[in-house]
């Protein structure tokens, strides 16, 4: 026996391919069918792609391929071939194939290892893949759910966006509404207090104004009287002291003080102006307008701001000291006697406010008789007085002046207006009641309802008429 020679192989120079193609070629020229011989090899048993996981059929059955096919095989069955020529081929083969055996079986194990690494890295890319792919699956599947977490909170948030807007607006709404009832309420209580400080002013006004008349008919009684004005001087005599009492009383009887009783309840000069401003439209164009009755001049104001000439007259001293204070024209003297003066046709308008009810039936018809003759033709007679018609006049106002002597019908103020030629004569109510204290009707019950009225007329009617007579 001889020694065999060492055989080296340098793995780093070995051409696998180009080895595997030589071999190829030489069983091709041999008659082997190569693909065949391919298909020969030992299958290996793995699962099936669907097996592995659905999600990754595709790589798994790539990586399932190329494990089926990576182990070479050292002995591959040969094909039986046909006659003594045939038999003597495939026995040589054998032979040939056990005599190579040696020489490519290291290439063989090199080429396996190397097959089973390819293999095992693709399974262990693959496994990669297929968790891979879990994961983000499981991703997708967690944005889908926080995407609906999101589109379910954000239809939260909007509604209660709504909800809180609506929430806003209503407390907003309701705000608006108590803080504008709260200033309606702080106006109203200004405005009462404003009408309520105008009232009293007025009033101090006109009490003052009433001392002041009354204090200067005690200084022209003193003077009259002799009687020392200063208190030393009053102090001395018992004599000058009685003097004092008896300018004050006459018989035993005070007089009663009728300038400070209007100035209490007649009302404000502003009042009594805007109440007899609408009777203007009757004396427009005219001049030599006479006021009967004038008081303190609050229509012959309202005649000189409309550029009207008037004058009035007046039987209180204190009213006449008003007109002349506000620069009016009044005399002091009684009303029908002064326009028993005047000449015929000469005037053009009378006014009477509140003074038909203070005379007697007598001096009324005298003054409407002396009215026709004195007023020019066309010009008007204006007669305003208490509306006995209304009940609560009795209760308020008409007993309240003890120098009334009886209410004055309207019919039967307009029948002595007709009797003394007055072809045009006109009655005009005013001064209605508050709503507030009419007795309320019920719907549906028309019976009782008039009979309502009928005494809602009665009791709360107009409290004041006037009437209108042209010549």
């Not at 200084?219 to 009492?245: D, F, R």
């Not at 102006?273 to 008081?295: P, S, T, W």
Request: aromatic share 8%; charged share 25%; with cysteine.
């Amino acid at each position: 026996m001889y020694d065999k020679p060492e055989i080296i192989f340098n793995s780093d120079k070995v051409d696998i391919k180009k080895i595997m193609e030589q071999i190829h070629e030489n069983m091709k020229s041999r008659g082997y069918d190569i693909e065949e011989m391919k298909k020969l090899s030992r299958p290996l048993q793995i699962k099936s792609a669907k097996q592995a996981h659905d999600a990754s059929a595709p790589i798994f059955g790539a990586v399932a391929g190329v494990s089926a096919t990576s182990n070479v095989q050292y002995w591959w069955p040969i094909p039986p071939q046909g006659g003594i020529k045939g038999k003597l081929r495939v026995f040589l083969n054998k032979v040939m194939r056990k005599l190579t055996y040696f020489y490519v079986k290291h290439v063989f194990d090199q080429q396996n290892i190397f097959n089973a690494n390819v293999s095992n890295s693709l399974s262990v890319l693959a496994n990669a893949y297929s968790e891979l792919k879990s994961e983000n699956t499981e991703l997708l599947m967690r944005m889908s759910a926080v995407s609906n977490e999101n589109a379910q909170l954000k239809n939260v948030v909007q509604k209660m966006n709504l909800e809180m807007k609506q929430i806003i607006e209503s407390y907003k709404h309701d705000l608006e509404i108590g803080i504008n009832e709260a200033l309606a309420g702080y106006e109203k209580k200004f405005a009462d207090l404003d009408n309520a400080y105008a009232q009293r002013q007025n009033r101090l006004d006109s009490l003052n104004t009433a001392v002041a008349a009354r204090l200067h008919r005690v200084e022209e009684m003193l003077l009259s009287k002799n009687i020392p004005q200063s208190g030393e001087a009053l102090m001395e005599t018992s004599a000058e002291l009685s003097a004092v009492g008896e300018a004050f009383d006459t018989n035993g009887k005070h007089d009663f003080d009728y300038f400070l009783f209007e100035s209490k309840f007649r009302g404000s000069k502003e009042e009594i102006k805007k109440r007899q401003a609408h009777y203007i439209e009757y004396f427009r164009g005219r001049q030599n307008v006479l006021d009967i009755g004038c008081g303190r001049g609050e229509f012959l104001e309202l005649l000189a701001e409309n550029g009207i000439k008037g004058r009035g007259v007046d039987i209180l001293p204190e009213n006449i000291r008003c007109c002349e204070e506000a620069g009016v024209e009044a005399v002091l003297g009684d009303g029908i006697k002064y326009l028993r003066s005047c000449e015929d046709n000469s005037l053009g308008g009378i006014f009477c406010a509140q003074v038909i009810e203070h005379i007697s039936t007598e001096q009324l018809v005298e003054l409407v008789r002396l009215a026709y003759k004195k007023l020019e033709k066309g010009a008007c007679l204006v007669l305003e007085t208490l509306n006995p018609k209304c009940l609560m006049i009795y209760a308020e106002c008409f007993y309240l002046d003890p120098s009334h002597t009886k209410p004055v019908h309207p019919e039967a103020v307009k029948f002595i207006a007709e009797c003394e030629n007055f072809v045009e004569n006109e009655l005009i109510y005013m001064t209605p009641s508050d709503e507030k204290v009419r007795i309320p009707l019920i719907p549906q019950h028309e019976e009782f309802d008039n009979a309502i009225n009928t005494l809602n007329n009665l009791i709360y009617g107009n409290r004041e008429y006037a009437l209108v007579a042209r010549k």
